[in-house]
């Protein structure tokens, strides 16, 4: 199976203020079909899981564009230009490229 | 709107069985690939298994293989997941997501299985 691995697991930040969460997976994500099938999700407290970023960087219906998804292979990085209250919940990356899908471990953003 | 509704869960002893549903609405279900993911209490997201349009197709987590069947009815726009030989490991919130081009892009509200004497 495909580990994912999150860093940090948890992430402090003030309101405004850019953040950061990465991930890294144990193999690489490119499918076969030439796509990277690499997600992100958020988990706002007492939620369901909610689609942000799919395939590393495109946003989905809704999202603010303050969330953008990079990287490439191994290595995938989710950015916040500037947090706000309604972003505090837990983030999750996700690999579809292979079976079984994957999640990393979550990383808990919260404000100071 | 899409929109997805599971119910089903609920306690059950070890060994026992639960059957879960999840109603689809406001999509062709016919035309998407359909997945569940549990999260256990305080835990993380795991999937569980997915299943192709005509039910043709199934994946699943190796922990799951041999105990959960999962299946569809698209005439009632229905997701299910058989759940046989329960242990207590298995207790989590169960979600369904529709899985379109292995994108979970639609999540259910979930429902809760807790397997305890």
């Known amino acids: 199976d495909i580990v994912m691995t999150q860093t940090p697991l948890s992430s402090p930040v003030t309101l405004g203020q850019p953040a950061s969460i990465s991930c890294r997976s144990s193999q690489s994500l490119v499918h076969s079909d030439g796509n990277t099938y690499l997600s992100w999700l958020q988990q706002r407290p007492g939620q369901p899981p909610r689609l942000l970023i799919y395939?590393?960087?495109n946003r989905f219906s809704g999202v603010p564009d303050r969330f953008s998804g990079s990287g490439a292979g191994t290595d995938f990085t989710l950015k916040m230009s500037r947090v706000e209250a309604e972003d505090v919940g837990v983030y999750y990356c996700?690999?579809?490229?292979?079976?079984?899908?994957?999640f990393g471990q979550g990383t808990k953003l919260e404000i100071k | 709107e899409v929109q997805l509704v599971e119910s089903g869960g609920g306690l059950v002893q070890p060994g026992g069985s639960l059957r879960l549903s999840c109603v689809a609405s406001?999509?062709?279900?016919?035309?998407?690939?359909m997945s569940w993911v549990r999260q256990a209490p305080g835990k993380g997201l795991e999937w569980v298994a997915n299943i192709d349009q005509d039910g043709s197709k199934k994946n699943y987590v190796d922990s799951v293989k041999g105990r959960f069947t999962i299946s569809r009815d698209n005439a009632k726009n229905s997701l299910y997941l058989q759940m046989n030989s329960l242990r207590a490991e298995d207790t989590a919130v169960y979600y369904c997501a529709r899985d379109y081009w292995n994108v979970l892009d639609h999540w259910g509200q979930g429902t809760l299985v807790t397997v305890s004497s």
């Open positions: 996700m690999q579809a490229t292979q079976f079984p899908y994957t």
């Open positions: 406001g999509f062709t279900y016919n035309t998407y690939w």
């Open positions: 395939k590393i960087s």
